[in-house]
């Protein structure tokens, strides 16, 4: 079982930064592939970055790529997601999740369904 609580988020203007948290409980949190994903309101949810259990792969949606940067620190259980030139379409609920992957260092999925956790979110608003 993995909870995770994500922290970070909020109201901030066209070309600003944030950089999100989400921690992590449990101790096997070194064995688990972690992503973003986002819903803004009447749209579905949809990926923004991922990264591998060991740090070794990263993957960033189209629309984000070169602006987020997705990292991790295993010893502190926790993953991170710094935005900059954010824009007001940026605008969404943002969550994190686990994807158990023991196996692999360098495995990762952008596919929401392949996520067993999820945080209960945090609201990021980009004003224009």
């Known amino acids: 079982q993995v909870q995770l609580v994500e922290s970070g988020g909020g109201l901030v203007q066209a070309g600003g930064s944030l950089r999100l948290s989400c921690a992590a409980s449990?101790?096997?949190?070194?064995?688990?592939?972690m992503g973003w994903f986002r819903q803004a309101p009447g749209k579905e949810r949809e990926f923004v970055a991922v990264?591998?259990?060991?740090?070794?792969?990263?993957y960033y949606a189209a629309s984000v790529k070169g602006r987020f940067t997705i990292s991790r620190d295993n010893a502190k259980n926790t993953v991170y997601l710094q935005m900059i030139g954010l824009k007001p379409e940026d605008t969404a609920v943002y969550y994190c999740?686990?994807?158990?992957?023991?196996?692999?260092?360098?495995?990762?999925?952008?596919?929401?369904?392949?996520?067993?956790?999820w945080g209960q979110g945090t609201q990021v608003t980009v004003s224009s």
């Open positions: 999740a686990a994807d158990y992957s023991p196996w692999s260092g360098t495995y990762y999925s952008i596919l929401h369904g392949q996520y067993e956790y």
């Open positions: 449990g101790r096997t949190f070194s064995s688990y592939a």
């Open positions: 990264i591998s259990r060991s740090s070794t792969s990263t």
